[in-house]
């Protein structure tokens, strides 16, 4: 089994519907991460959480929330999808024992918006 | 804020030739230095990374990079390339204070039989 989770692994949606990816891992690390790939930029922090009481935007998270219900979990919520959110999202993780935070991925979701 | 700078969208060699995969970086103050692998409906993969002493690294599937600190530069390289090695490759950086990484827009490697 994966250690990094993610599901949805594809989904197909419409405008304006709420749609959530949901991440959980298995490797104990504290810090959770939610990016966005898009061909030709890489990929885009949205969310991250380096503990369950600890919440922060990163570079794009207008029309994104988060939620991290326990240590291993971490989702990500679309409230009212639209289609220039149709991309691949990862999720990642990375131990805070780590003195060079390596990110570890999941597989990626990807989200098509119509 | 720190960027990172992949000039190459495409890179193709023939396979048994050299590989090298350019990455430039700007970052405040010690740069820690990533490349990661992503191949076709995966996720990423970490290769390597520098974060402080000898300037050639190596990681995994006999990858190697050199970090130049005049030139700002994290080139990845492998002396030998496989058709295996043809993936989306990121380079990624973050100063050394703070846990968010930049990664870089990717290039891909395509390497022909």
């Known amino acids: 089994d994966a250690d990094v989770t993610q599901t949805p692994r594809n989904r197909i949606t419409k405008t304006g519907k709420r749609i959530m990816l949901e991440c959980s891992q298995t490797?104990?690390?504290?810090?959770m991460y939610w990016y966005r790939q898009d061909p030709g930029l890489g990929l885009q922090l949205i969310y991250y959480?380096?503990?369950?009481?600890?919440?922060n935007k990163g570079e794009i998270s207008d029309g994104y929330s988060v939620s991290r219900q326990a240590q291993a979990k971490f989702s990500l919520s679309l409230e009212s999808a639209i289609p220039n959110q149709t991309a691949l999202y990862f999720c990642?993780?990375?131990?805070?024992?780590?003195?060079?935070?390596?990110?570890?991925f999941g597989e990626g979701s990807r989200l098509t918006v119509l | 804020a720190q960027s990172v700078a992949q000039p190459e969208d495409q890179v193709n060699v023939a396979e048994g030739n050299p590989l090298t995969v350019k990455c430039t970086y700007s970052?405040?103050?010690?740069?820690?230095l990533f490349w990661y692998v992503q191949y076709p409906n995966r996720g990423l993969q970490f290769l390597l990374k520098?974060?402080?002493?000898?300037?050639l690294v190596k990681g995994s599937y006999g990858f190697e990079a050199e970090f130049n600190k005049s030139q700002t530069s994290f080139h990845l390289k492998k002396p030998s390339a496989l058709v295996s090695d043809s993936a989306l490759y990121f380079c990624?950086?973050?100063?050394?204070?703070?846990?968010?990484?930049?990664f870089g827009a990717g290039t891909t490697v395509t390497v022909r039989a």
């Open positions: 990642a993780t990375s131990d805070v024992g780590s003195n060079t935070g390596e990110l570890f």
């Open positions: 490797k104990g690390h504290d810090r």
């Open positions: 959480s380096f503990d369950v009481k600890d919440i």
């Open positions: 970052v405040s103050g010690n740069p820690y």
């Open positions: 520098y974060i402080t002493g000898d300037n």
């Open positions: 990624a950086v973050r100063p050394a204070n703070d846990y968010k990484l930049s």
